[in-house]
């Protein structure tokens, strides 16, 4: 499977504050750092104009405060570990020597994105390029399934990932699992995933990875920060729509997991406590006005139907599917306007099935937040669908795999 990356060994039994070697090797890792973070920064688009040309070594000493010559050094050891790679020479804008651009390595070190949601199963890696290098889905029906297999054939599609990628020479940096319930971030476990019937569960033995380092989060959050890649708020709330209806908090462009983790499961928000019975054991959850299978119950649609049937009933102005978004956006309204008095974070990325019925779903919700928002009269609710693709959870996932290599580069060097 993946081999580790090298780290430095520390010399144990130093002195208070340490010996000058251990402070000169702390200094070299924060100084990779932040060059390494320089150099993503500007590819990513969020230290600079999107369309700016790529930074050079003077670019990055001039954005880090260090020496040109500290600067180089640095750079030549991230492009000996292949995590940056040098364009082509820049023409002389002025006397002296042309500048070279430097960029994340393509197709060198790539992060995998993993997830079980209730109808299909899917792994996907992405380079620091932050390109898609494989991309692997597989449908099924996932309700009240057992575990060990359903995790156990995700793991199996992995490994077959994994071993494509090394026998094409890239390094994997390890995964994130994506998961439709509460996982405790702390632990890792999963306690509860209504629409799977899973709980009190620890998923990653089961995946027998035991080489690959894998850590467990919640669809939704992974989901919302693959919105980050765009062009969004700093803060914002993603709501990720299928059978079930999570959400993720962005604020400064961070999740907020408050103590464990657990925010966000906006489609457990009471709508009607008359409603009908949520498969989390109580009534009248926006899961069961706004969830996938309740709005295609709803226009009359089996509930095993895609999404493009719906859509293409939607298109075709059908009553009783134009009648079950209204009645779905009405419902998702309600229940958004309770997050957005409590937090102030009035911008909504609607993500999921509901990135694409955002057309249909938009008008009712702003409504709604229009009609219950307090603040609304002097902060437009800006409802937007999501841009980050279909799965987006596997493409947060593999992310968040590569911004820790990015936060350690020293571990690759």
């Not at 020597?97 to 960029?103: E, I, K």
């Not at 709604?368 to 999501?386: G, I, N, Q, S, Y």
Request: negative net charge.
């Amino acid at each position: 499977m993946t081999a580790e990356p090298t780290t430095t060994q520390r010399t144990t039994g130093a002195p208070p504050g340490g010996s000058s070697a251990s402070r000169q090797h702390t200094l070299r890792e924060r100084n990779l750092r932040l060059v390494a973070k320089a150099i993503y920064d500007a590819a990513a688009g969020t230290s600079g104009p999107p369309d700016a040309v790529p930074p050079s070594r003077a670019d990055v000493a001039a954005a880090t405060g260090l020496t040109r010559a500290t600067v180089s050094t640095l750079v030549d050891h991230l492009v000996a570990a292949r995590l940056i790679t040098e364009l082509p020479p820049a023409a002389a804008q002025r006397a002296g020597r042309p500048a070279v651009p430097l960029v994340p390595a393509a197709r060198t070190v790539v992060g995998l994105g993993l997830e079980v949601n209730v109808d299909y199963l899917g792994v996907r890696a992405l380079d620091l390029a932050g390109q898609t290098v494989a991309d692997v889905v597989e449908q099924g029906a996932f309700h009240d399934s057992e575990p060990a297999t359903v995790l156990g054939r995700l793991g199996t599609l992995a490994a077959e990932v994994v071993e494509l990628l090394q026998s094409d020479g890239m390094r994997v940096a390890g995964a994130r699992l994506a998961l439709p319930g509460l996982v405790d971030v702390r632990t890792g476990e999963l306690e509860v995933a209504p629409n799977l019937g899973w709980s009190s569960l620890d998923p990653v033995p089961l995946l027998s990875l035991a080489s690959l380092p894998v850590h467990v989060a919640n669809e939704a959050k992974l989901a919302a920060l693959a919105e980050l890649a765009g062009e969004v708020p700093d803060s914002f709330l993603y709501v990720s729509g299928d059978v079930g209806i999570g959400a993720g908090i962005v604020v400064d462009r961070g999740l907020f997991l408050a103590e464990r983790g657990w925010n966000g499961e906006v489609g457990h928000v009471v709508v009607d406590p008359a409603g009908p019975r949520c498969s989390c054991g109580a009534h009248g959850c926006l899961e069961q006005y706004a969830g996938k299978e309740e709005v295609l119950r709803a226009a009359g649609l089996p509930l095993d139907a895609p999404l493009r049937a719906l859509v293409a009933a939607l298109e075709a102005d059908d009553d009783g599917a134009r009648a079950a978004l209204h009645r779905a956006g009405r419902a998702l309204g309600s229940a958004l306007a309770d997050f957005v008095n409590l937090t102030g974070v009035s911008t909504v990325v609607l993500g999921g099935v509901y990135a694409e019925l955002e057309p249909w779903l938009r008008d009712d919700v702003v409504a709604v937040l229009r009609e219950r928002v307090l603040a609304a009269p002097f902060a437009e609710p800006d409802v937007r669908a999501a841009r980050a693709g279909q799965h987006a959870a596997l493409t947060g996932g593999a992310r968040e795999v590569l911004r820790e290599v990015v936060a350690d580069p020293a571990a690759w060097v």
